[in-house]
């Protein structure tokens, strides 16, 4: 029976180049234990979460803003379900603003988020099959990558919340263009622009270094949109799910909130190993080989 049923996966594989490539990507997802480490990467986000909201909230709270300005645009990238208890917790920070919280928040999410960045070089390890970096290199990319999230997201987070002004320069600049006068709609443009660069550079900066580097940008692109409707949907069926709070009491918003960490987790490595797989296929080499041979 399962003799058989290769049988018919190669007579697929030979036949539709779609359907092999999608095999390729589940052979490689399944091979290097993607869930596995997406597990890992969540937990480490769960960590980072917290304390870059404590950082990047107390930075922002130095601006002119309303709490309600801030959680309104929390609203539209956290599952619903969460988004109450993010909303206390980003009420109670702009309410207490400090140098010690904004520092404090600074060094633990820094250092969580580098342990994330770690996670993810490692599984990008197992599926390209050597190290990117090694020793010092290996914790001096992390701290550094994990700066470089801190900024992007504080700056974009900025734009967003008080930029009336870049949205008429935008739409001066690109008056040529059918923009969306929605500034909702601008704001979610530009989060996913900001997505896309972090993508971009985040498989960049993972991918082997050498002189046949991977493509990195046909992933970035696939996983941002990816991300963006695997969390609408994700949102939508727990919408539908209205027994959940019945089944977890209280603890229904952080067990949402770490399934959709999860979830992330699984897509984000994902834009890594469709890269691998562009990357093997194009070359005209075996997506799969020996776990004895990748480090």
């Known amino acids: 029976m399962e003799e058989k049923l290769y049988e018919y996966l190669d007579r697929l594989k030979e036949r539709y180049p779609v359907v092999a490539f999608v095999v390729d990507v589940i052979e490689v997802y399944l ?11 969540a937990y480490y986000l769960l960590l980072t979460l917290f304390p870059l909201l404590i950082m990047v909230i107390s930075a922002v709270g130095w601006l002119p803003l309303e709490s309600e300005m801030v959680t309104a645009f929390l609203k539209t990238i956290v599952p619903a379900q969460s988004f109450e208890l993010i909303s206390d917790y980003v ?12 520092l404090a928040g600074l060094i633990m999410s820094i250092t969580a988020s580098s342990a994330a960045f770690r996670s993810l070089l490692s599984i990008s390890a197992e ?18 990558f994990s700066v470089l999230l801190l900024v992007l997201v504080y700056v974009s987070l900025i734009v967003v919340l008080t930029g009336n002004w870049f949205f008429q320069w935008f739409r001066n600049l690109f008056y040529m263009l059918p923009l969306p006068t929605n500034l909702k709609w601008i704001r979610l443009l530009i989060l996913f622009g900001v997505a896309l660069l972090f993508l971009t550079l985040l498989y960049r900066v993972t991918a082997p ?11 970035a692109v696939s996983i941002a949109v990816l991300l963006v409707g695997a969390s609408a949907l994700f949102s939508t069926f727990i919408n539908f799910s209205a027994r959940y709070s019945t089944v977890y009491g209280s603890l229904a918003s ?5 399934v959709w960490l999860y979830l992330c987790g699984n897509i984000v490595i994902l834009g890594n190993v469709l890269n691998y797989v562009w990357w093997r296929r194009k ?3 075996p997506v799969r080989f020996l776990l004895e041979k990748r480090l």
Do not use: C, H
Request: glycine residues 10%.
């Open 31 to 41: 091979d290097r234990r993607v869930s596995r480490s997406s597990a890992e990467l």
């Open 91 to 102: 009420t109670y920070v702009l309410s207490r603003q400090s140098i010690g919280l904004f």
């Open 127 to 144: 599926i390209y099959g050597r190290r990117t970096f090694r020793g010092i290199w290996y914790m001096l990319t992390s701290l550094l």
């Open 209 to 219: 270094w050498g002189n046949k580097r991977p493509p990195v940008v046909k992933g």
């Open 254 to 258: 952080v067990i949402i909130l770490m």
């Open 283 to 285: 070359q005209g080499l």
